[in-house]
């Protein structure tokens, strides 16, 4: 091979540069990188939180219904009702209390404590005793002790007035937000009636002779209590204080308890006011 020949192909032989890429050259720069990851790193949180809250609004609410259903066990649901009067009383109406806190939301699906079985008392004539159960937990799965987020509700009984609490999202006491406490109260006025008043009458008219009167309902743990009122005034009135709601009965004897020559009732009442007046005419001696 000549030299003129080995020069032509050393000529053609690519020539190697040592030069930086051109900025437009395809490809990405160390800082474009970086800011890709940032967004991404952006959009990733920004997801994170919108599933985040989108949860916590969900069990927020299925925490407050379940609290909700958890009530309406205790005291019954105040929107049944039927000829206007309520029909739901709940554990309330069998039992004549709200659960103490030995008890618990446990008591509303499964009889553990025990309290007396649910039966009707011919002399009353209403039903007295557990019910249950109040919720469906026992056949459902459901556990009603805890909230959506798996925390135990705080049940305080003995509040003023009792309050059935959800410690949120954080299942720590206060905070804001999702994390904020979910109270459920349940007032007197939806328990108790400070007042049951009424009148014994003749035609209509004042009773002015003796009389003794009977209201009948449980006592706070299932069983008949019967609490007696001597009329000692010529008006025939009587009145009860501190009564559970629910399906009771009144009985009235004349002269007295003792000596009934003449009874009226049971007359079956449904106590669902506060200050609750026993209907006119339902111990009439001339009915």
């Avoid at 649910?118 to 019910?131: E, L, P, R, S, Y």
Wanted: overall charge negative.
């Amino acid at each position: 091979m000549g030299l003129t020949e080995l020069a032509g192909m050393v000529m053609t032989l690519p020539i190697l540069s040592n030069k930086s890429p051109s900025p437009h050259s395809d490809g990405f720069t160390l800082l474009e990188i970086l800011m890709v990851v940032a967004l991404v790193a952006v959009v990733a949180v920004t997801s994170i939180i919108v599933i985040t809250d989108s949860l916590n609004e969900s069990r927020f609410q299925d925490t407050l219904n379940k609290m909700h259903q958890i009530a309406n066990a205790m005291i019954g649901d105040p929107s049944l009702k039927e000829n206007g009067a309520r029909t739901s009383f709940g554990f309330l109406g069998d039992i004549g209390a709200i659960p103490t806190a030995a008890q618990s939301i446990s008591v509303l699906v499964t009889n553990s404590v025990p309290l007396p079985a649910w039966a009707v008392d011919t002399t009353v004539n209403f039903g007295i005793g557990w019910n249950g159960p109040y919720l469906s937990g026992e056949n459902s799965g459901t556990d009603y002790t805890k909230d959506a987020w798996g925390n135990a509700f705080v049940y305080s009984p003995t509040a003023s007035p009792p309050t059935l609490v959800s410690l949120g999202a954080d299942g720590v006491a206060g905070g804001t937000g999702y994390n904020q406490d979910i109270t459920v109260t349940l007032p007197s006025e939806l328990t108790t009636a400070t007042t049951v008043s009424g009148y014994v009458t003749n035609h209509y008219s004042a009773f002015k002779t003796a009389v003794d009167v009977q209201l009948n309902y449980p006592n706070g743990s299932g069983v008949l209590v019967q609490t007696p009122y001597t009329v000692t005034t010529p008006t025939g009135f009587f009145t009860f204080s501190n009564v559970p709601y629910g399906m009771r009965s009144i009985t009235a004897c004349i002269p007295s308890l003792a000596v009934c020559t003449t009874k009226l009732g049971p007359v079956l009442i449904t106590i669902d006011k506060p200050n609750y007046t026993v209907p006119p005419g339902s111990l009439d001696t001339n009915p």
